[in-house]
């Protein structure tokens, strides 16, 4: 049963992401990102990684969604149609940008680079730690530099996007 729900939920979530690329809407293209970030919290409900889908639903789809409806609010974006004449031919290399995605991931997926560390982190450590202990000694130890630079990541889009705002009015 849990096979056929991570399915249908994976499906789901593809569809939305696929549906996000090909919207002009700003708003709806805000509305499939949500739904694909909701999927994804399903899909880690079904992993048994509760914290990291709370984690998900709070952060991303709740807080960062927000911050980009504002955005997109603030800014007012319309289509722009100078950018469609000045530059004709954009799909030929959005195109081949995609398939070259689609190639490297294909590629990773097949690799041993997504095996993991092996016998480290077996599932009797695991709860004997409790997983958002787990998730908070590593966030702090291990992975502490990709932790604070996207925390700057973040920090510094507000601010662009304050600036943006700014200058619009």
């Known amino acids: 049963m849990e096979s056929y729900l991570f399915y249908i939920v994976g499906t789901i979530a593809v569809l939305a992401a696929v549906y996000l690329i090909f919207e002009r809407n700003p708003v709806f293209c805000a509305l499939y990102l949500i739904q694909t970030m909701v999927c994804i ?30 955005v997109i609010m603030l800014l007012n974006i319309k289509g722009d149609e100078e950018s469609k004449r000045s530059f004709p031919f954009r799909k030929i290399p959005a195109i081949l940008m995609g398939i070259g995605l689609l190639t490297v991931i294909c590629i990773i997926l097949k690799s041993k680079l997504l095996q993991g560390k092996q016998d480290v982190y077996t599932v009797a450590h695991i709860e004997s730690l409790g997983n958002t202990q787990l998730i908070g000694n590593l966030l702090f130890t291990d992975y502490l530099l990709p932790f604070e630079i996207t925390s700057i990541l973040l920090f510094v889009a507000a601010i662009g996007a304050i600036m943006l705002a700014k200058r619009k009015l």
């Open 41 to 70: 919290a399903v899909l880690y409900i079904l992993l048994e990684a509760q914290f990291i889908a709370a984690v998900q639903m709070i952060v991303y789809a709740g807080a960062i969604m927000v911050l980009f409806l504002f």
